[in-house]
């Protein structure tokens, strides 16, 4: 497994549709992963990035659309995809392991906290 690399991508997407997106660099790569957090996740793609560690996109949402919380913000960023690592990629930091944003991601399955998110009294 040295040097394989997967990338989580995810977004956060206010109520209005405006998105920021977001990657991570994980190690390790697993065929089954994108199903297995599929399975974990609401409605097979929201989760609380607060939660397992991911680290949240408000910030850079709100900076990029040029205006602060507000009643279209909510508390769940969604997952968009897993995929091999590029070349490209290498540059993004290593967040950690694969195989911890699956425990992660099953520890939350079925118990999603929406009120670990700052946003979830907007």
Not at 32 to 45: F, K, M, Q, V, Y
Not at 51 to 73: F, K, M, N, T, Y
Not at 92 to 104: D, E, I, N, Q, V
């Amino acid at each position: 497994m040295d040097g394989e690399f997967t990338v989580f991508e995810y977004i956060y997407r206010d109520a209005g549709n405006f998105k920021t997106g977001g990657r991570l660099r994980l190690a390790g790569q697993d065929p089954t992963a994108e199903a297995i957090i599929r399975g974990c996740l609401e409605w097979s793609d929201q989760f609380v990035a607060e939660q397992i560690g991911v680290p949240a996109l408000c910030r850079e949402h709100w900076e990029s659309v040029g205006e602060g919380p507000s009643d279209l913000d909510h508390a769940y960023h969604e997952f968009v995809r897993l995929r091999p690592a590029e070349a490209d990629d290498l540059r993004l930091p290593l967040w950690g392991t694969l195989a911890t944003m699956l425990a992660r991601m099953r520890d939350a399955a079925g118990r999603w906290d929406v009120t670990l998110s700052p946003n979830c009294d907007l």
